[in-house]
């Protein structure tokens, strides 16, 4: 019995450790690009990159099973009452904005959709000018 709650009592600080690491590792996803207030032109390109979880599709498993480490964004523009998911770990490519000011959402969410962390950047498009035709 003396030799069981030895062997216990060297486990259990090194579960609590791995349950401290776990905790500190938090599915993050971060906007590399463009900064916030930035001026684009009628293309937007988001840069991203997200730390301790893999950007999939949520279709690949079925619905029922949760997957550890993997997650997808929710992409919403403008506030807008949809979203398009996105799974790669490619830039985000928006666009056909109009000009003005402009804010796109980037919701991190698991296989669930579960939002997980999000990120907003705000930019605004670059009023078109016009373009005299060569004859």
Do not use: C
């Amino acid at each position: 019995m003396r030799n069981a709650m030895t062997r216990f009592a060297g486990v259990l600080p090194m579960s609590m450790f791995s349950l401290a690491a776990f905790a500190a590792a938090k599915p993050k996803v971060v906007v590399d690009s463009p900064t916030d207030g930035q001026t684009a032109q009628d293309l937007v390109l988001i840069k991203f990159h997200t730390e301790n979880v893999r950007i999939e599709s949520p279709f690949a498993e079925p619905a029922d099973t949760a997957r550890a480490n993997v997650g997808h964004l929710q992409i919403i523009v403008d506030g807008g009452s949809w979203h398009r998911i996105y799974s790669t770990p490619h830039p985000v490519v928006i666009a056909g904005l109009g000009s003005g000011a402009h804010r796109v959402e980037l919701v991190l969410a698991d296989s669930h959709h579960k939002a997980l962390d999000s990120k907003t950047v705000q930019f605004t498009i670059q009023e078109k000018n016009a373009i005299p035709l060569q004859h």
